[in-house]
């Protein structure tokens, strides 16, 4: 029997990383054993059905790169559509759920009330073998005791989520159900409506909630909580990812920092862990792990991400030339722990003119500075080569001449040329801007002193 899951969000307008970890799980699932991803929009809310709210999930899902593999909208609807097909949509499924409905009401296994249409639940406990949670039994509670049957249409005609939920999972053949514990207390209806339709249901796998650091539920307003603070924060979606599958999962050896390659290959639901996650609000280990995958990029991606990041922040890389921009990227190779960091990283080179910190500004505009900066002038000018190694010697020959350590006069250098107290190595970045840009940058400064 091969795997098919998928992923069934309701479009409130926001995708939370509960869910967010949720597809997640599903899509390492399909892919560790070759199975299908469909992705399923139960928008049968007509309220809160905007396209506004669906396209916030399905860019969420593509940033984080979890393309689907099936949908009603391509040519060829079964073959791998890699993300650009699909997904599917309740609304668009509302005849399958009236004929299903007319199915139970002529079988006896419904009945109309009040207008509206009841399923007639079993009076028996119903069992759940759930591959994380294990045996669930869900006793009757008092009301159910009394009525245990519950609404499948609503008077006003729709379908209720219980009811389109299985349906949905039984005509898409759904063979596993990888969904948030919350979940779980509906199971044992889910299950008694496969059995009315003649079908065991499929295998499920709730997984433990995320919880805040406090161990309180996780809501909408916490901050965290909607998958798109990420990419507007400048984390990369490798090391959300290893976030997300480390909220509920981890490797036998313990391993922390993976590809998604490599978790595909290790991934399996048995491993999902069974108590809550906490999310760590001052983002400790998510910092630590996009630093880690900011320094596995490969040089291209890298320089594609920064220059994005650049241009967001209104530095413009695109009229400089080529091999000068990369020369550039390459000195924050290895620092930038977030592509947040990069305008103040590196803008400098980009800019026409420099803009001095405020706090620098003081300790650049010194007399004594003067006199420092007019005599590294010269000897930039006439330096042999314009490297760093060269460079270095250079400024540090200029140190002895003068008596002075290199700290007093790396730093106004490094202050006039990028306008920051710290950043790129100054040998190196001096390199790259080139003799040219140097020598006016130090000449702007000294003009003014
Ligand atoms: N639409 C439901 C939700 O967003 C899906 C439940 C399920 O995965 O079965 O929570």
């Given at each position: ?23 997640l ?6 892919r ?12 049968t ?31 060829d ?64 509670t ?67 909630l ?12 916490d ?86 990041a ?21 000195t ?100 790259v801007?080139?003799?040219e840009?140097t ?11």
């Amino acid at each position: 029997m091969s795997v098919r899951v998928r992923f069934a969000p309701s479009p409130t307008g926001f995708l939370h990383i509960g869910g967010a970890r949720t597809a997640l799980f599903n899509w390492l699932y399909a892919r560790h054993v070759g199975g299908v991803f469909v992705l399923r929009i139960e928008d049968t809310d007509a309220a809160r059905n905007t396209q506004q709210a669906v396209d916030v999930i399905l860019d969420g899902l593509r940033w984080l790169g979890l393309d689907w593999d099936e949908g009603p909208i391509t040519a060829d609807a079964t073959g791998p559509c890699k993300g650009q097909c699909g997904p599917y949509f309740q609304s668009q499924r509302k005849d399958l759920y009236q004929r299903r409905v007319e199915a139970l009401l002529s079988h006896g296994l419904a009945y109309e009330q009040d207008g509206a249409v009841k399923f007639k639940m079993t009076r028996e406990p119903v069992v759940i073998e759930d591959i994380v949670v294990g045996q669930v039994i869900r006793p009757l509670t008092d009301r159910e005791e009394t009525d245990p049957d519950f609404v499948i249409v609503r008077s006003d005609g729709e379908p209720v989520f219980h009811l389109v939920n299985v349906i949905d999972d039984l005509d898409m053949g759904i063979t596993h159900v990888i969904r948030g514990e919350d979940h779980l207390s509906n199971t044992a209806k889910h299950i008694a409506l496969f059995r009315a339709f003649g079908v065991e249901p499929p295998k499920y796998a709730h997984i433990p909630l995320i919880l805040n650091g406090d161990g309180s539920k996780m809501s909408k307003r916490d901050a965290g909580a909607s998958l798109m603070t990420y990419p507007e924060e400048g984390y990369l979606p490798e090391a959300v990812l290893n976030y997300l599958c480390l909220l509920g999962w981890s490797s036998k050896d313990n391993q922390e920092v993976f590809s998604l390659a490599e978790v595909v290959e290790r991934f399996d639901l048995p491993q999902v862990l069974r108590h809550n996650a906490k999310f760590d609000p001052k983002r400790e280990k998510l910092n630590w792990l996009n630093f880690e995958h900011m320094r596995r990029l490969d040089s291209e991606r890298f320089n594609e991400l920064t220059v994005h990041a650049l241009s967001t922040a209104g530095i413009d890389t695109s009229s400089h030339p080529l091999p000068f921009v990369k020369a550039a990227l390459a000195t924050g190779r290895d620092k930038l722990r977030n592509l947040s960091e990069a305008p103040g990283y590196l803008g400098f080179y980009f800019r026409d003119a420099v803009e001095t910190d405020l706090a620098e500004a003081p300790k650049l505009m010194i007399p004594e500075n003067k006199p420092r900066l007019v005599r590294l002038r010269a000897a930039f000018a006439s330096a042999a080569g314009f490297d760093a190694a060269t460079l270095e010697t250079t400024l540090k020959a200029i140190a002895v001449e003068l008596g002075l350590k290199a700290g007093p006069l790396v730093h106004p250098v490094r202050v006039a040329l990028t306008g920051k107290g710290s950043g790129p190595s100054l040998y190196h970045l001096m390199e790259v801007l080139g003799r040219e840009r140097t020598l006016a940058r130090l000449d702007a400064v000294i003009a003014r002193l």
